[in-house]
């Protein structure tokens, strides 16, 4: 079985191969397929919820193209990191169940306890894991059995000695209860009657992931003895690409660096360094795995399963600071820099072979100390066991350089595993004082808003102030949307983090276009922003900018000063107000009295429906409170006047009885009832929520979300998006009986809950599928880049106005409800 998968045809060629098949690829000005929210043939289908998400083949005829191409030219085959079968997931399936994170390294677990994603310096980018999913039904979802990085057991019985991958045996997973992202993985074997808890935590202050194991033994296990292994295929990685966020997962075969064995900390340090394309700046990173008590023996190899797996073509400078403090540098040689040398040493040694096969087949490992190209490593250690009991910790580290691991190594091995553990969840804690839990006593309910909470505080970035939608590389989500945005700051206006909402602005402040601040000349008009960003600014999405997130834009910068007060703050960011919302006047269809076509909501072509519309209204509307707010007479009357325009053109072109405010978009928009709060009355704002066209809405909302909520025994539909929006805003809106009303939000809140989120870990992907299992019946299966911070951030708003926090009094014929109570309650002292 492993020789046949060594020899195989390289994976991505098979995926280039079948997408040349199928007639995907560059056309005329270079056709790049983009972000896609939704995942199979299923949810491509006329189901109106599934239709929301994105997907598309770009082809633009400008500066764009060029950027794009100039991407394609230089890492060929780029344009087929894409599935082109309809029945397979676009980016391959998410194969995430668990994440751990301080906001600086960023960890992700699937089910079977293997590490899937390791992201430093920050959430963002880079990610040093190579993990390549390709289908959802294959074992390891289709990843070469060498890649993540897992463990082990070498276990001796009266037979002999042999190898077992944790990730085998029956294996649950779970968070403890509370405010805590420890990722709890029990694996068991009956055949060895062996129980192995791995408890995984990213340390709060330090970039250091531990990996505490417990092994227990039955009375009447055959295991003898035993050594623990500890496996990882990293990739490391010091570049991106603008516009095509995918290096993480589709280009890994070019991520070579030199991993060593370094006797002096005792771990296998894998470092590289090289020039960020994004930026023209150089990165350097190291990543360094090692025991906290002393290893037992070592292995570094090649990567067998990795056709680029050879230092041929490698340009890296062994005499840079990213190498200092390796106890070995090896001496110079033919290629780029001082690591030339290790070609004939490492590469063509026998005894460098992949440490995955040398750590499978053989009784002790090789010992091999460096290798340089598609590294792997592996270092075991005897358990000794106390009755029954064996322990053992297991540490990543990660740093600018080789020094920086070896500190963090150390630092970490002085301390109490447990003690990490528990000053994690008191960093959490503290950082969510103010966040209250929904009334019920429904543990579902509460296990996914304490998901939601700490998913979002170890996603957020304290250098940058940016929050990615997520950590995950499949789908490519490591960026900051300013339309997820919005909502995350409105989140955290109410529970408090005023702080980090307004650096969270300023992010936004400074990557907005402008006449002064051309960084995308040609691409984004002034007063616009990209369509996600990296941590770092750099555009990452495929499209050049989104008319919805120009008003969420206008939205989260007014909103911040209507949860603060903060005036200073408002004069500060108004000229990035100013800039948009003067934009959005001139964006106007003078037949319809729409806003003029533009991309939105991550749709590849321009559009004029209700998703870009309303959302404009929204971005008008908060504009013209903010010059209100300041006294700028002139600003309020134009844009005021705008607006209701635009008003106008909504009720005559955004509106059927079938959809409610959504048509032309194919699908009931939730959010014209909230956030947008937008009212027929010529869009005035100071309509009731009774009026037919609001009252229709809301009815063709409950009737779309009635259609999940029969799943997976009703099998009429295969899969969704995006429910707890619409719940949100029926929580707001009908709090009284009749369709759709609290009681069936809380329903639906249930199922969003105990279907669609995972099992044992309670997070949500951005999609739901329905699929058969083995055993024939039809199963809710989450996917697409779960955790996804916005998907669980409206699930936890919407249950906490289904479920009132105990004590808090609230306004319950005001939309504002049970959040702006909030806000109310945790706003800061203007003293």
């Not at 087929?80 to 995430?96: L, S």
């Not at 070592?298 to 056709?307: K, L, N, P, R």
């Not at 960084?519 to 369509?531: K, R, T, Y």
């Amino acid at each position: 079985m492993v020789d046949d998968e060594r020899t195989s045809i390289h994976r991505r060629t098979l995926l280039r191969a079948a997408a040349a098949g199928a007639g995907v690829g560059l056309t005329g000005a270079g056709t790049v397929v983009g972000t896609d929210g939704a995942t199979n043939d299923a949810l491509r289908r006329a189901d109106t919820q599934a239709a929301r998400g994105p997907r598309y083949v770009l082809d633009y005829q400008d500066e764009f193209s060029e950027t794009l191409r100039r991407n394609i030219e230089t890492f060929p085959g780029i344009e087929q990191c894409v599935y082109p079968n309809a029945d397979r997931e676009i980016y391959g399936p998410t194969d995430v169940n668990a994440q751990t994170a301080n906001g600086g390294l960023a960890v992700a677990f699937n089910d079977r306890g293997t590490m899937t994603v390791c992201k430093w310096p920050n959430p963002s980018y880079y990610d040093h894991v190579k993990y390549f999913t390709e289908d959802r039904s294959a074992d390891h979802y289709g990843a070469a059995p060498n890649e993540g990085a897992f463990l082990g057991l070498a276990v001796e019985t009266a037979e002999g000695t042999e190898t077992a991958w944790l990730r085998e045996w029956e294996t649950t997973q779970h968070h403890p209860e509370g405010l805590t992202d420890v990722v709890v993985t029990e694996h068991r074997s009956d055949r060895f009657g062996l129980t192995v808890t791995v408890e995984d935590v990213v340390d709060a202050d330090e970039d250091v992931l531990v990996r505490d194991v417990t092994v227990e033994r039955d009375d009447d296990s055959p295991v003898e003895k035993a050594r623990l292994l500890a496996f990882e295929n990293l990739s490391l990685n010091v570049s991106k690409l603008p516009f095509l966020p995918v290096t993480d997962a589709c280009l890994e075969e070019g991520n070579a660096d030199f991993a060593t064995y370094d006797r002096a900390v005792d771990a296998i340090v894998h470092a590289r360094q090289g020039v960020d394309v994004s930026t023209g700046e150089q990165a350097s990173v190291a990543v360094g795995m090692g025991f906290r008590e002393p290893s037992t023996d070592h292995q570094v190899g090649g990567d067998a399963f990795e056709s680029a797996s050879t230092p041929d073509e490698v340009a890296l400078d062994a005499g840079s600071a990213v190498f200092e403090g390796l106890e070995e540098v090896p001496e110079s040689g033919p290629l780029t820099g001082a690591v030339g040398g290790l070609r004939e040493a490492t590469y063509g040694n026998a005894l460098a072979r992949d440490a995955y096969l040398d750590a499978s087949e053989s009784v002790e490992l090789a010992g091999n100390d460096s290798y340089l190209g598609q590294t792997t490593g592996v270092l075991s250690r005897v358990l000794s066991f106390e009755g029954d009991t064996a322990t053992a910790t297991v540490y990543f580290a990660a740093g600018s350089n080789a020094a920086a691991v070896g500190e963090r190594l150390g630092s970490a091995r002085e301390r109490d595993p447990a003690a990490i553990r528990a000053e994690k969840r008191a960093w959490l804690e503290g950082v969510l004082s103010n966040a209250p839990m929904p009334d019920t006593d429904d543990e579902d309910i509460l296990a996914l808003c304490r998901r939601a909470l700490v998913t979002l505080a170890t996603t957020y970035d304290p250098d940058s102030g940016t929050i990615v939608a997520s950590i995950a590389t499949q789908s490519p989500y490591g960026e900051d949307w300013p339309r997820d945005g919005a909502y995350f700051n409105h989140l955290l206006e109410a529970i408090g983090r005023h702080d980090w909402v307004e650096k969270h602005n300023r992010f936004y402040v400074e990557n907005q276009q402008s006449v002064e601040n051309p960084q995308l000349p040609d691409l984004v008009p002034p007063g616009n922003w990209a369509m996600n960003y990296y941590a770092d600014g750099v555009p990452g999405g495929p499209i050049p900018y989104e008319i919805d997130e120009t008003g969420y834009g206008i939205w989260t910068l007014w909103d911040h000063y209507d949860a603060t007060g903060n005036e200073a703050y408002l004069r500060e960011v108004y000229p990035a107000i100013k800039r948009a919302a003067d934009y959005l006047v001139d964006c106007a269809d003078p037949e319809t009295g729409l806003h003029c076509p533009a991309w939105e909501d991550d749709r590849p072509m321009p559009q004029q429906t209700a998703v870009g519309a309303l959302t404009v209204w929204l971005g008008l509307d908060s504009a013209r409170k903010a010059a209100d707010a300041l006294g700028r007479g002139e600003d309020r009357t134009r844009w005021t006047v705008r607006r209701n325009e635009l008003a106008e053109g909504i009720e005559t072109e955004c509106y059927d009885e079938a959809t409610g405010y959504g048509a032309k978009a194919g699908f009931t928009f939730a959010e014209t009832v909230w956030p947008v709060g937008y009212r027929p009355e010529v869009g005035s704002g100071d309509g009731t929520l009774d009026h037919p066209r609001i009252e229709n809405t809301l009815d063709r909302e409950w009737a779309e979300l009635e259609t999940t909520f029969a799943e997976p025994e009703a099998g009429e539909r295969d899969g969704g998006l995006y429910e707890s929006k619409g719940l949100l805003a029926l929580a707001k809106a009908r709090r009284q009986e009749g369709p759709g009303s609290i009681d069936d939000v809380r329903d639906g809140l249930r199922w969003v809950a105990t279907e669609h989120a995972t099992e044992g870990t309670h997070v949500l992907g951005e999609v739901w599928m329905a699929e058969e299992n083995d055993d024939g019946e039809r199963e809710i299966v989450s996917a697409v880049s779960q955790p996804h911070v916005w998907e669980q951030s409206l699930f936890y708003l919407a249950a906490l106005e289904a479920w009132p926090p105990e004590g808090l009094e609230f306004d319950a014929d005001s939309l504002g409800g049970v959040i702006e109570a909030l806000r109310e309650r945790n706003a800061p002292s203007q003293s």
